[in-house]
């Protein structure tokens, strides 16, 4: 397959000083010229003016493909109407469900916020980006590997950022790899910065720095949040764009259900604490090794959970306090829901909605005290699984005038529709393969699948596309001779592939998140739709290598007769043939 050749980023450029965080709701006064790639004699004038920004587009027509609507949500695992959770209130989301292609089991390849998406947004694992934690920069760190967006850029798409994306900080250079990525300066809202401080209202009237935190946004900084900020810039982009010629890859970032659970406090009346139920396991499994427990730190050190005082690493929340932490991950659910809602509906205003494809999904998943943890840092289900869909106009759904309104905005506090999706997939897929997915999905060039040793290669894929799933009638399956086309090509038993690193055989206070130079374990771990299975091997810091002679714990669960993955039947014994699979699986 014939792809673009692509030069290395010299690492002066790289280390340039960084640019504004754009952390306003208006863009500062500047002007910027972006060529973009000449093999569409596109170039792109940004004037990015206090008013706003106003775009002159040199092209004579629009490129060929779909726009993109790219929407990822920080934490989010499927608890939603469209994946048969009873509880949740989440009627525009599931709206945009009964139009997609729903994939029930999606999952994350590390779940951790900054490698999870430095993942899926370049198409390549964490053993490839090298990135375990949130302290290096992939292009200088590993190699400098193409992004999604930057390949859409390329290819005559006006790239945007909104909101969290790219993991913010050293993780993406400072500037959310802008202007590699994106055609113009990622936006960030400007009460970001106020996330952790003391803006929860505690019944003492004094302000405290809470997990669980219902507010009254009129008394939040700048009478606002963050998710909220994000849906109006994202809007006022959707505005802009239904004017210009050129086609449009938005990503839209929501922080929330993202801890501290803090959201308008009027979503509390859609969850009464009566109706909220523990989780179905609660306790920390008798056979679960100690290296796969992670003791959820961060809650830990948000004064409402530190003033229960709860005993280290085991110690049980109180069960009134895990009522009020699911009951307001729910409510956050459904704040967020709001905020989708407001966005799909403005895609509806400005015509776009039958020339734009939708991709919902989230970085990865959060345990609401299954196994007696609250935190993602696992390879549970529960931490790795995600919601994830396509809209594609004409393809998921018929082909729709400009006139028809594909996603009228539904109040959560009015209605719970429950809509069906319109296809639901039961295969099992990664995060890892959305950058081919998306590439074939608009039409484009799929980048060809990674060779084994990729760090020298710009522009390459470690995930197959999903697009052969959408009809199953299409599927292909591999035979010894392999596929004659690698992006198209997949196994018989779809497999998907997880990681989380820890420091040590027993929790510790830096086991959620421990720094690249404290991993000396990884737990490498393949989900297939029967089983999940797990081992955690010695792992050398220095040159980024697994010792797979060094087994320090193994896990094995059986999805039909443990869906919570509650009972370790793990034995190296009589389980050696998965973890040979294991080893071809990551050779391969």
Same mark, same amino acid.
């Given at each position: 397959m014939k792809t673009r050749s692509q030069k290395w980023v010299p690492l002066s450029i790289l280390s340039h000083t960084r640019t504004s965080n754009i952390s306003s709701s208006r863009w500062m006064p500047t002007a910027i010229n972006i060529a973009l790639n000449s093999t569409h004699g596109l170039g792109l004038c940004l004037c990015l003016l206090a008013a706003g920004c106003v775009l002159a587009v040199e092209a004579a027509g629009?490129?060929?493909?779909?726009?993109?609507?790219?929407?990822?949500?920080?934490?989010?695992?499927?608890?939603?109407?469209?994946?048969?959770?009873?509880?949740?209130?989440?009627?525009?989301?599931?709206?945009l469900a009964s139009q997609s292609i729903v994939f029930n089991n999606a999952y994350a390849q590390q779940a951790v916020c900054a490698p999870s998406r430095v993942s899926f947004l370049t198409g390549r694992r964490p053993d490839t980006t090298r990135l375990y934690d949130f302290y290096s920069y992939w292009r200088v760190h590993a190699g400098n590997y193409s992004t999604m967006p930057q390949y859409f850029k390329e290819n005559g798409y006006m790239t945007m950022s909104v909101g969290k994306v790219f993991h913010p900080g050293v993780s993406s250079n400072y500037h959310d790899d802008y202007p590699y990525s994106w055609s113009i300066p990622p936006f960030h809202p400007s009460t970001e910065k106020y996330e952790n401080d003391k803006t929860c209202r505690g019944k003492d009237g004094r302000l405290y720095a809470n997990l669980v935190c219902p507010v009254d946004v009129t008394e939040m900084p700048g009478g606002t949040l963050p998710d909220i900020q994000t849906t109006e810039e994202a809007i006022r982009l959707l505005n802009v764009m239904k004017t210009q010629k050129q086609k449009f890859f938005l990503a839209v970032g929501y922080h929330k259900p993202h801890i501290p659970l803090r959201y308008p406090q009027e979503f509390l009346k859609l969850y009464p604490l009566e109706n909220i139920t523990l989780a179905p396991d609660p306790w920390v499994p008798k056979k679960l090794p100690s290296v796969a427990y992670n003791p959820w730190m961060d809650i830990r050190q948000r004064d409402d959970v530190k003033a229960l005082n709860v005993s280290f690493p085991y110690g049980p929340l109180p069960d009134d306090f895990q009522r009020q932490i699911r009951q307001s991950y729910y409510a956050a659910v459904s704040y967020l829901d709001m905020q989708v809602g407001r966005l799909l509906n403005a895609l509806d205003d400005v015509g776009l909605s039958s020339s734009t494809m939708v991709v919902f999904t989230a970085d990865h998943g959060w345990s609401l005290g299954e196994h007696g943890e609250w935190a993602k840092y696992s390879n549970f289900d529960v931490a790795t699984r995600v919601p994830l869909m396509f809209y594609v106009p004409g393809m998921t759904s018929a082909a729709a005038s400009q006139q028809r309104r594909i996603f009228p905005y539904l109040d959560p506090f009015s209605r719970n529709l429950g809509l069906v999706p319109q296809g639901?997939?039961?295969?099992?897929?990664? &995060?890892?393969?959305?950058?081919?997915?998306?590439?074939? &999905?608009?039409?484009?060039?799929?980048?060809?699948?990674?060779?084994?040793?990729?760090?020298?290669?710009?522009?390459?894929?470690?995930?197959?596309?999903?697009?052969?799933?959408?009809?199953?009638?299409?599927?292909?399956?591999?035979? /010894?001779?392999?596929?004659?086309?690698?992006?198209?090509?997949?196994?018989?038993?779809?497999?998907?592939?997880?990681?989380?690193?820890?420091?040590?055989?027993?929790?510790?206070?830096?086991?959620?998140?421990?720094?690249?130079?404290?991993?000396?374990?990884?737990?490498?771990?393949?989900?297939?739709?029967?089983?999940?299975?797990?081992?955690?091997?010695?792992?050398?810091?220095?040159?980024?290598?697994?010792?797979? /002679?060094?087994?320090?714990?193994?896990?094995?669960?059986?999805?039909?007769?443990?869906?919570?993955?509650?009972?370790?039947?793990?034995?190296?014994? &009589?389980?050696?043939?998965?973890?040979?699979?294991? &080893?071809?699986?990551?050779?391969?």
């Open positions: 629009r490129p060929d493909g779909m726009n993109v609507l790219f929407i990822v949500v920080d934490d989010l695992r499927p608890v939603l109407g469209c994946y048969g959770d009873k509880l949740v209130k989440s009627p525009n989301i599931d709206q639901q997939s039961k295969k099992v897929v990664e &995060l890892v393969s959305l950058f081919s997915t998306l590439a074939e &999905l608009a039409g484009l060039q799929v980048p060809p699948a990674c060779p084994k040793t990729s760090f020298h290669v710009a522009l390459c894929t470690e995930g197959a596309s999903m697009v052969h799933y959408f009809n199953s009638s299409e599927e292909k399956v591999e035979t /010894e001779d392999g596929c004659e086309d690698n992006n198209r090509c997949h196994t018989e038993e779809p497999v998907a592939f997880s990681q989380y690193p820890r420091p040590s055989d027993t929790p510790q206070w830096n086991s959620d998140k421990p720094k690249l130079k404290d991993i000396r374990i990884m737990g490498y771990s393949m989900r297939t739709i029967d089983y999940r299975y797990t081992v955690w091997v010695q792992f050398n810091p220095n040159n980024f290598s697994a010792d797979f /002679e060094d087994v320090h714990a193994g896990e094995l669960y059986v999805v039909e007769t443990d869906p919570n993955q509650d009972y370790n039947i793990y034995n190296n014994t &009589l389980h050696g043939h998965l973890f040979k699979k294991l &080893l071809g699986f990551l050779k391969h």
